[in-house]
């Protein structure tokens, strides 16, 4: 249960944390956001994403509310406030406040700010990956700006619920040329027969996840290989191995996709090892997460 947000300077009560009704994000989506792993009580990967909020923001002209060492105070007060020692901390910028207008508001209007934090168990992360997850596919109806991570997520919208009523748990997005781009909040993968590890590349269509990116060095480190290229529906279909990453389900096998199962429809052995290795990385590399 979330306790505490904050809310542009103020450590709020979860139920009365509101924003105003002419914030931009709420008007226009003008606004972008982070979502970053909470594990024993310590952000994963922290540096990585405030370098993709800063990347965000300049790519839409919004100013950093606040420098990055006072932005980790206020995301650990949230996190200590909300007693949260494994789950996900939630970070949204937007153009702040102003009139309604298409238009960018006046010169040093300030952003809006708002962090929120939630409690969930690893334990119920590790048994979906346990069982496995199915996927469904649809057309990727986006805009070619997918690389900021904004907020605008309508069409991740609708891709995710369609998942749900078909009884499956993720949507992967595919290009008009057939190639899987990505999922509604997690990058695709799958693993050839020959054991290479098969990814799309960050410079077009997918946002540059950070767990991704993460993991390419979590797999070098154990061996593996890994081709950045587009694949299919087909392809992934007939792999040995498919998978998806994000901070919010970290290495999540997937076992069937468009109805079709994947190798013997198990979670794959090495989606399973790589989510293993995931947190042990993370546990042994301090620097990178700032802990
Ligand atoms: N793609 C999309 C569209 C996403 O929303 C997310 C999660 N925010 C990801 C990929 C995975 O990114 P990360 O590993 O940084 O969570």
């Known amino acids: 249960m979330s306790r505490f947000a904050y809310v542009n300077g103020l450590y709020l009560r979860h139920a ?7 914030d931009r994000g709420y008007q226009f989506a003008d606004g972008v956001y982070e979502v970053c792993e909470i594990r024993n009580g310590r952000l994963i990967d922290e540096a990585l994403h405030m370098a993709r909020l800063e990347r965000s923001l300049r790519e839409l002209r919004i100013t950093m509310p606040m420098s ?3 932005l980790g105070v206020v995301m650990r007060e949230v996190v200590r406030r909300n007693r949260v020692r494994e789950g996900l901390v939630y970070l949204q910028v937007t153009r702040g406040v102003a009139p ?11 952003p809006s700010i708002v962090v ?14 346990e069982k496995g997850v199915s996927v469904i596919s649809v057309p990727d109806n986006r805009w070619e700006r997918v690389d900021i991570k904004t907020v605008s997520l309508l069409p991740n919208v609708l891709a995710k619920q369609a998942a749900k009523e078909a009884g499956a748990y993720e949507a992967w997005f595919v290009d008009a040329d057939g190639m899987v781009t990505e999922g509604s909040s997690t990058n695709a993968w799958i693993v050839t027969a020959d054991g290479k590890l098969v990814t799309r590349p960050a410079e077009s ?12 060095e979590v797999a070098k480190a154990a061996g593996y290989r890994i081709e950045e290229r587009p694949f299919s529906i087909a392809e992934a279909q007939a792999a040995r191995e498919a998978f ?3 901070a919010t389900a970290v ?7 468009d109805g079709k199962p994947i190798a013997n429809g198990a979670p794959g052995t090495i989606a399973t090892e790589l989510r293993r290795r995931f947190h042990e990385f993370a546990a042994v590399a301090p620097a990178r997460s700032h802990g």
């Open 251 to 257: 290495v999540m096998p997937v076992v069937e996709l």
């Open 244 to 246: 998806f990453t994000a």
């Open 100 to 110: 309604r207008n298409h238009l960018f508001p006046a010169e040093g209007t300030p």
């Open 68 to 70: 990055l060492p006072a």
């Open 16 to 22: 009365e944390a509101v924003v105003h009704v002419e």
């Open 205 to 216: 269509g997918i946002l540059r996840g950070i767990t991704r990116t993460v993991l390419f």
């Open 116 to 129: 929120t934090a939630k409690s969930a168990p690893s334990r119920a992360g590790d048994s979906k990956a």
